[in-house]
């Protein structure tokens, strides 16, 4: 039926949903469906029918063209359907809506509108409402409405089709039965009692409203967990307890999020909560790993030798011709700025944040355990929503027509979709490899202008500047791409025609998420492995693109430009997204209604008081998904944990963002957007299999973050290798190379060789390899190999403790939390416990009239009498 | 219930299952239940109630001591009791008992039994008979049984107790509505037909039976699934088509045994037959392997050059004073040997058998889905199962009591407990320290022996053989220590005193494992990672424990005893253990028996024929558990798939032994066990995760072995870094380093340095060190740390490529085969739709009575009518 219903959105606009009931979920609180009158006082003009007594559950329009049978009132907007279309197109950015499979048929069948024949439409229409009728639904046409163009169909599901539908979808009955949980003496409960009284003013004031509406026949109903109460009017309790930024600070009331927009929705809240509620200590941690590397930069015994003036270091020229030898002192304030980014405790926080990620999956696992067992889904399966896609029921029924026809077609299109697979890997790598470029091109092209000026103090010191800059730029780049492959992994997975919506969603955020990944972290994967690593050597560089010579990074590593970008893109990004996006756009659609409501300002004030609930309702936005909220928030994940050990403070950030976020998005979805249809889900589905991949990817790129782009390694091999005294004393000498300036390549050597004021004749670089007296001149040195050999070593040794202790963690923590396995056992024994008094009640009177040793031989022939369980057979009265 | 017999178990001696049918499962095909008198001609004496006609469905044991009430006839076996005490510990051994918890409480209460008065007993005995009779058992006593010294008390469940049972197990009843299976018109469908056509001869002969008990009142119970069809007297079936050698290429009639045995054997034997399915490939890609080292033996330039007598290097001796100067060309045959495993195929192949693991648990979770489908499992809660443990509900009985006169005792064993703790740590590394330092001795005795002859050929000749004999010295150890750490490990968790069966039995396997494990794997870890690697260098060799210098491999590597070892330990573990403890000891029983049965053979001759059934069943032996044969299998699975880059054979023989152990266990659980509890289970719990754990270590052991033990890596880097002319030519003498033997430390220069014939100034060994004429004389030299760096780059590469592809493989391949998902959902449609046409009958009777466009107003408060489902309303009868 729910797959009827979907089908024919082809035909039908949309669907609005007006009632704070929503058809699939009323069964539950159906205690409560009669007193709803009274409290909705709002409801008078809409959510019933015309005789006032059956209750709108769901709302379907349509649109009605002029040709139609029934005129309407004049069009009072002017060019009405343009506006429509504005209004639509706007709302549908606002949120986001590629990702968005259920907008799509709408789109298309609005396109494709004039295609059809109005009266063949209404034919159609008719035999849809039949099949609904046919399924027990009442209806009730509505064409005369305020918004001209648009036919409402009021749809009313009694009381009969409510149990029907509830029994299939094997909705969980309360019996009468009361059972205390248990309020245990031992240790664990009085400190869960004692947190939780302690964290008191944290919860929303959500179960005070409780007293207002409790009536006897509810409280039948109710279990002993509160949010099954009694069901009010949620929207203004949520929009007071949780789409408030006053009330940041709570935590957010789940239970009613999920009595009104359904276990999905609830359950993306609960996870965002989850993971905020994580990043806290993530959070202080990182500020005190970064507060480590502030407060011990001045013992740092590299960064003193390269700013001591004593050490008069002359390096080699950074670019050909253009620029001369430098001295290393003037490094110093780089070299002081990386050790904040670069110091034992990144290390340690590194290991941390990997064991983190695995903690906070646990912790997730559990709370969806928990929320399952609450919420009652604990029997609930997944398959059970998963039907076919209108879409690809449609391609199938053309197929089989083309089949008829002829087998060519056939062929054809399979010829076409093999194309559609090579376009995919083309677009694909194509994209990528052009942002990489231009990354590449930006950051070089302001250098090199800059490397034009023979001022190296002013050089280091804009040198920040430039990579600032360079940043910024990326990020718009990032973010106008990340619009654009949303659009085409859309179009890829469209063009697959999964069969059925969950594949379909399944596929899609699989496509969007690697496109969208791989357009936020290229230039960070560049910076941090790429850049700086295949420059060659002095007289020997490496050049691309025939005379284009590679980067270098600053001399104390990449590390510090691969902060400064993960910075920027991760404050831009949520910065742009956040407040661009999420605020402005809306703010801008309000400027926009109301420069256009001047013209006609006091009829449509009239009009708006006189609109129905649902035809209200009718202007707000789409509900486009949860998916692209998901997506920034794996993104952002994926930016916290994978470069963690280059950029300690990316948890306070994610921290300070998702504060905001929670409120935004809780706005958004209470007060901007349509009501979603409320849909059932054990779990959040393909997010957790890629959180758990990132998770996994985390430790392994964290692995070569520290081994390869710190100097973590360097300064390690040499305090136990090459020390002279176990001290890091002469370290910044050991790492750089003599060359001999003789040995420059024609046409290479520095234009201004007298730049210094002396003459060189070696100069040094930062790389391991044999000075130009030995035997072996430029080759990579033994220390180079021991050094590779210790950071490989290094990177085996991460991986695999990592691995092992996130493995040890995941074993040790049970993903069902113990008091819930206590109270299922508990209620199970209950139930057994109730069956069986009743069971030996009718033994013993059976028993009574025979003696008590001879067993009744005829027990064995007796006819089995089967029962239902207790579940089953408790009333709904 | 089930909990209480349980708990029981420590009065009664032990429980004896006689009937065909258990307790737990005959609802299933009750309906064959009264025609079962005639399918077991044998039950005339046996399996009823004194009236013929009660059936018994259970038998429980118990001990009757000289002082009870009833005196029975005397004592015909002499001392009785020592025969039972011979009897059971023989039992007990045969069947590895040290991992079943269940036999443990029936030692502990015969040991304690003299603390128990009689009388006492007697009491609790009638008390716990009355609490089963409160259940709705009917029993019968039977205290002059044949076997003197033991009562029996004969079980019977009526219909109404198994029915109510059933219900509380959720055990699914077959609807009257009988569907058909697609036999869809596609190509996999179609193909999967051929197949099974082409292994017919394969499949066992069950299904002929069928028809010979064919009633028309079963036949309404059966669905379309064969096995769900009429139960005979599986027993001799079972004999004929699964425990015998005749049928071993045969599939496992896995129903039949599921039927007989109950799903937690079945799913035993579907593991290893799944298991010895898979190894299959694996054995053939591995014969290939090893035949192309045989093939390519000649062409390796390696051992060519080491072969070659023009190639005339002299080495450095293998020990101080007694050995002397070697010449390269006697470990011809060695390095000729290593090729075999050493080659370019063997890197493939530890590829292969990483994703060969990966595809078998995947093939394996597949089937375990289909099982639960055809079995009926896919509703079925695994924590039903899990009751409380006596010995832990008799510990928190006997802490409570003491808690009560003071708390010093829980202090004193929480002391106590902790104390366990360092205990079990201790053991357990003493133990391996002991393991390692016992192989290490034992190879270098040896050696050290064989040195002291000065005939170098015949050595090198010799060594293989020293090898050998060394592994099987190992091997006996491995054995005798498997047996004591299966105590240990026992004794250790009895300690911890677990809560519930289930995790009694997850950490009893645990350790088990984690000792079985070590125990196994240490002297192979040692030879792989250790032996050879920290000798030191001639001149400054390494020292253990004073004067003991650290052992040396042959010249190519340790790979080929390492090779030698796994061969021995595979062979003759799974040899003795099969053959001499599988097979030799319940032969060795059965001779006892007869010596015994010499006295009065006669006498016991009519004894036996006139024993009834349940008597027969009680001189069997107990059953231990599945635990003992997991094991096995889990440490073959881990010597196929973690060293398998040394040894490709080890699939053939786990193979070649696997098709061995199948029947050898069919024959054990079917003729010479009690038959089992039968225990119901969706999956083999703990063991899939220490399968998967393997699977993983292996990714990493196998880059280890490939990287460290092989020289696969030090010759790609000759080839491409330092080879002249890109091939093989002089990889030999660059892994050669030079040595002055004017170095030699005083006193451990050869005593006979003029050995072969002429005066050696400088001596080569295998190492890459800086010759005696470098200004860094017998450092490390860059080659060194060159090759380590690619060795260590070879590891993070294998290993992660190799998780990537598993995890691939691992999403591609869904969990559920499709034909299976399609059926459930085809199951749950025809569900819904015969529910709807009942529902939809209903509605147009009452629609009848009224106008087809308006809608009854009276829906909204009708009340509602709950159902309950067809499922639950299906009729036993």
């Given at each position: 039926?729910?797959?009827?219903?979907?089908?024919?959105?082809?035909?039908?606009?949309?669907?609005?949903?007006?009632?704070?009931?929503?058809?699939?979920r009323?069964?539950?609180?159906?205690?409560?469906?009669?007193?709803?009158?009274?409290?909705?006082?709002?409801?008078?003009?809409?959510?019933?029918?015309?005789?006032?007594?059956?209750?709108?559950?769901?709302?379907l329009?349509?649109?009605?063209?002029k040709?139609?049978?029934?005129?309407?009132?004049?069009?009072?907007?002017?060019?009405?359907?343009?506006?429509?279309?504005?209004?639509?197109?706007?709302?549908?950015?606002?949120?986001?809506?590629?990702?968005?499979?259920?907008e799509?048929?709408?789109?298309?069948?609005?396109?494709?509108?004039?295609?059809?024949?109005?009266?063949?439409?209404?034919?159609?229409?008719?035999?849809?409402?039949?099949?609904?009728?046919?399924?027990?639904?009442?209806l009730?046409?509505?064409?005369?409405?305020?918004?001209?163009g648009?036919?409402?169909?009021?749809?009313?599901?009694?009381?009969?089709?409510?149990?029907?539908?509830?029994?299939?979808?094997?909705?969980?009955?309360?019996?009468?039965?009361?059972?205390?949980?248990?309020?245990?003496?031992?240790?664990?409960?009085?400190?869960?009692?004692?947190?939780?009284?302690?964290?008191?003013?944290?919860?929303?004031?959500?179960?005070?409203?409780?007293?207002?509406?409790?009536?006897?026949?509810c409280?039948?109903?109710?279990?002993?967990?509160q949010?099954?109460?009694?069901?009010?009017?949620?929207?203004?309790?949520?929009y007071?307890?949780?789409?408030?930024?006053?009330?940041?600070?709570?935590?957010?009331?789940?239970?009613?999020?999920?009595?009104?927009?359904?276990?999905?929705?609830?359950?993306?809240?609960?996870?965002?909560?989850?993971?905020?509620?994580?990043?806290?200590p993530?959070?202080?941690?990182?500020?005190?790993?970064?507060?480590?590397g502030?407060a011990?930069?001045?013992?740092?015994?590299?960064?003193?030798?390269?700013?001591?003036?004593?050490?008069?270091?002359?390096?080699?020229?950074?670019?050909?011709?253009?620029?001369?030898?430098?001295?290393l002192?003037?490094a110093?304030?780089?070299?002081?700025?990386?050790?904040?980014?670069?110091?034992?405790?990144?290390?340690?926080?590194?290991?941390?944040?990997?064991?983190?990620?695995?903690?906070?999956?646990?912790?997730?696992?559990?709370?969806?355990m928990?929320?399952?067992?609450?919420?009652?889904?604990?029997?609930?399966?997944?398959?059970?929503?998963?039907?076919?896609?209108?879409?690809y029921?449609?391609?199938?029924?053309?197929?089989?027509?083309?089949?008829e026809?002829?087998?060519?077609?056939?062929k054809l299109?399979?010829?076409?979709?093999?194309?559609?697979?090579?376009?995919?890997?083309?677009?694909?790598?194509?994209?990528?490899?052009?942002?990489?470029?231009k990354?590449?091109?930006?950051?070089?092209?302001?250098?090199?202008?800059?490397?034009m000026?023979?001022?190296?103090?002013?050089?280091?010191?804009?040198?920040?500047?430039?990579?600032?800059?360079?940043?910024?730029?990326?990020?718009?780049?990032?973010?106008?791409?990340?619009?654009?492959?949303?659009?085409?992994?859309?179009?890829?997975?469209?063009?697959?025609?999964?069969?059925?919506?969950?594949?379909f969603?399944?596929?899609?955020?699989?496509?969007?998420?690697?496109?969208?990944?791989?357009?936020?972290?290229?230039?960070?994967?560049?910076?941090?492995?790429?850049?700086?690593?295949l420059?060659?050597?002095?007289?020997?560089?490496?050049?691309?693109?025939?005379?284009?010579?590679?980067?270098?990074?600053?001399?104390?590593?990449?590390?510090?430009?691969?902060?400064?970008?993960?910075?920027?893109?991760?404050?831009?990004?949520?910065?742009?997204?956040?407040?661009?996006?999420?605020?402005?756009?809306?703010?801008?659609?309000?400027?926009?209604?109301?420069?256009?409501?001047?013209?006609?300002?006091?009829?449509?004030?009239?009009?708006?008081?006189?609109?129905?609930r649902?035809?209200?309702?009718?202007?707000?936005?789409?509900?486009?998904?949860?998916?692209?909220?998901?997506?920034?928030?794996?993104?952002?994940?994926?930016?916290?944990?994978?470069?963690?050990?280059?950029?300690?403070?990316?948890?306070?950030?994610?921290?300070?963002?998702?504060?905001?976020?929670?409120?935004?998005?809780?706005?958004?979805?209470?007060?901007?957007?349509?009501?979603?249809?409320?849909?059932?889900?054990?779990?959040?589905?393909?997010?957790?299999?890629?959180?758990?991949?990132?998770?996994?990817?985390?430790?392994?790129?964290?692995?070569?973050?520290?081994?390869?782009?710190?100097?973590f390694?360097?300064?390690?091999?040499?305090?136990?290798?090459?020390?002279?005294?176990?001290?890091?004393?002469?370290?910044?000498?050991?790492?750089?190379?003599?060359?001999?300036?003789?040995?420059?390549?024609?046409?290479?050597?520095?234009?201004?060789?007298?730049?210094?004021g002396y003459?060189?004749?070696?100069?040094?670089?930062?790389?391991?390899?044999?000075?130009?007296?030995?035997?072996?001149?430029?080759?990579?040195?033994?220390?180079?190999?021991?050094?590779?050999?210790?950071?490989?070593?290094?990177?085996?040794?991460?991986?695999?403790?990592?691995?092992?202790?996130?493995?040890?963690?995941?074993?040790?923590?049970?993903?069902?939390?113990?008091?819930?396995?206590?109270?299922i056992?508990?209620?199970?024994?209950?139930?057994?416990?109730?069956?069986?008094?009743?069971?030996?009640?009718k033994?013993?009177?059976?028993?009574?009239?025979?003696?008590?040793?001879?067993?009744?031989?005829?027990?064995?022939?007796?006819?089995?009498?089967?029962?239902?369980?207790?579940?089953?057979?408790?009333?709904?009265?």
């Amino acid at each position: 039926m729910i797959n009827k219903l979907k089908y024919y959105t082809l035909l039908y606009n949309t669907i609005v949903i007006v009632n704070m009931k929503y058809f699939k979920r009323c069964f539950e609180f159906l205690s409560c469906f009669q007193p709803m009158k009274d409290l909705c006082p709002d409801t008078v003009l809409g959510p019933y029918f015309s005789d006032g007594m059956r209750r709108v559950d769901y709302v379907l329009t349509y649109h009605i063209q002029k040709s139609g049978s029934t005129r309407r009132r004049s069009s009072r907007f002017g060019d009405n359907n343009f506006i429509q279309r504005l209004w639509r197109s706007l709302s549908t950015r606002s949120s986001r809506a590629p990702l968005q499979p259920k907008e799509d048929p709408e789109v298309a069948a609005q396109e494709h509108q004039t295609d059809y024949h109005e009266d063949d439409k209404r034919f159609k229409r008719d035999e849809f409402e039949e099949n609904l009728r046919k399924t027990g639904l009442e209806l009730e046409k509505d064409e005369e409405s305020t918004i001209p163009g648009i036919g409402f169909l009021k749809i009313h599901a009694p009381w009969n089709v409510l149990c029907r539908e509830a029994e299939f979808m094997k909705l969980k009955m309360p019996t009468k039965k009361v059972y205390e949980v248990k309020q245990g003496s031992n240790v664990v409960e009085k400190i869960r009692m004692f947190i939780h009284k302690v964290t008191a003013p944290l919860h929303p004031k959500v179960n005070t409203s409780r007293s207002q509406c409790e009536k006897p026949l509810c409280h039948a109903f109710s279990r002993e967990k509160q949010h099954l109460d009694i069901f009010i009017d949620c929207s203004q309790l949520l929009y007071e307890q949780w789409a408030s930024y006053s009330v940041f600070y709570k935590y957010q009331p789940i239970g009613l999020i999920r009595k009104y927009f359904g276990e999905k929705v609830g359950l993306y809240f609960a996870w965002l909560g989850v993971y905020t509620q994580m990043l806290i200590p993530a959070a202080i941690i990182g500020v005190i790993v970064f507060l480590y590397g502030c407060a011990t930069v001045d013992d740092n015994i590299p960064s003193m030798e390269i700013c001591d003036p004593r050490n008069n270091i002359t390096m080699c020229p950074l670019c050909d011709q253009a620029c001369s030898y430098w001295k290393l002192v003037t490094a110093c304030g780089t070299a002081r700025a990386s050790h904040l980014f670069d110091n034992a405790a990144t290390v340690f926080f590194s290991v941390f944040m990997a064991l983190w990620a695995v903690l906070f999956m646990e912790h997730w696992k559990r709370r969806q355990m928990r929320l399952n067992y609450v919420w009652d889904l604990t029997g609930f399966g997944e398959e059970e929503e998963d039907h076919n896609r209108a879409e690809y029921e449609f391609r199938v029924m053309q197929k089989k027509l083309k089949q008829e026809h002829s087998g060519l077609m056939v062929k054809l299109s399979q010829l076409f979709s093999d194309k559609i697979c090579c376009c995919c890997h083309l677009t694909f790598s194509q994209n990528e490899f052009n942002l990489t470029g231009k990354t590449h091109l930006i950051n070089s092209t302001s250098l090199a202008a800059l490397h034009m000026s023979s001022h190296p103090v002013v050089r280091y010191n804009i040198r920040a500047t430039v990579k600032t800059t360079a940043a910024i730029i990326n990020l718009i780049i990032i973010i106008v791409l990340d619009e654009i492959y949303g659009a085409i992994a859309r179009w890829l997975t469209r063009l697959e025609v999964p069969k059925t919506d969950k594949s379909f969603e399944e596929r899609l955020i699989f496509k969007t998420f690697i496109l969208k990944f791989v357009n936020a972290f290229t230039p960070i994967v560049y910076l941090a492995f790429f850049r700086g690593r295949l420059v060659g050597r002095p007289g020997n560089y490496l050049y691309v693109v025939g005379s284009y010579r590679m980067e270098e990074c600053a001399h104390a590593g990449c590390l510090m430009e691969l902060c400064i970008q993960l910075c920027i893109t991760m404050l831009g990004k949520q910065l742009i997204q956040n407040n661009l996006f999420e605020i402005g756009i809306p703010k801008l659609k309000k400027m926009l209604r109301k420069r256009k409501s001047e013209l006609d300002s006091i009829q449509e004030q009239v009009l708006h008081n006189t609109l129905k609930r649902y035809e209200k309702d009718q202007l707000l936005g789409p509900f486009v998904g949860l998916n692209p909220e998901y997506m920034e928030m794996i993104i952002q994940f994926g930016m916290v944990t994978l470069f963690v050990a280059s950029f300690p403070l990316a948890p306070l950030f994610a921290l300070l963002n998702n504060i905001i976020e929670i409120r935004l998005d809780a706005k958004k979805f209470v007060t901007e957007l349509r009501r979603p249809i409320a849909a059932k889900a054990k779990d959040i589905g393909i997010w957790y299999n890629l959180l758990r991949g990132l998770s996994k990817v985390a430790v392994i790129v964290n692995a070569f973050v520290i081994a390869f782009t710190s100097d973590f390694i360097p300064r390690l091999v040499y305090q136990y290798m090459y020390s002279p005294d176990g001290t890091l004393h002469g370290f910044v000498n050991h790492t750089l190379s003599y060359f001999n300036v003789t040995d420059f390549d024609p046409g290479t050597e520095p234009l201004q060789p007298m730049h210094l004021g002396y003459k060189v004749s070696v100069c040094r670089y930062k790389d391991y390899r044999d000075p130009p007296w030995s035997s072996t001149k430029y080759e990579l040195s033994k220390e180079f190999w021991a050094i590779l050999a210790a950071r490989l070593a290094f990177v085996i040794v991460f991986q695999n403790v990592v691995m092992l202790m996130s493995d040890f963690v995941d074993w040790l923590i049970p993903d069902i939390p113990k008091d819930i396995s206590l109270q299922i056992h508990k209620e199970k024994i209950l139930m057994v416990e109730l069956f069986m008094k009743e069971e030996q009640g009718k033994r013993f009177a059976a028993r009574d009239n025979q003696d008590n040793c001879t067993i009744p031989l005829s027990a064995n022939q007796s006819p089995p009498q089967p029962r239902s369980r207790p579940v089953s057979q408790a009333n709904c009265s």
